[in-house]
């Protein structure tokens, strides 16, 4: 084992590094489609008495990619 391998030991086991993902969140209104840019405009827009906009009009979506499984099968893909 090359000493720069990114591989854990632990108690005789080998665990596996956790893998890369990127993550990309969007906040928008449920019925009017808008874009909050984050957290703190959509709770303003909930707590404007000028708006209707309710706490559960606010939809939250989180897009996971996963550059590369970990190999946990020890096999070759």
Do not use: F, Q, W
């Not at 303003?44 to 590369?68: F, G, L, M």
Request: glycine share 6%; net charge negative; no cysteine.
């Amino acid at each position: 084992m090359a000493i720069n391998d990114n591989i854990t030991v632990l108690a005789g086991k080998t665990t596996i590094p956790a893998p890369d993902v990127e993550t990309t969140s969007t906040i928008k209104h449920a019925t009017t489609g808008k874009v909050y840019a984050n957290e703190s405009e959509a709770e303003a827009d909930v707590n404007d008495p000028a708006t209707n906009t309710k706490k559960e009009d606010i939809k939250r979506d989180v897009a996971i990619s996963v550059n590369k499984l970990p190999d946990i099968l020890g096999g070759s893909s």
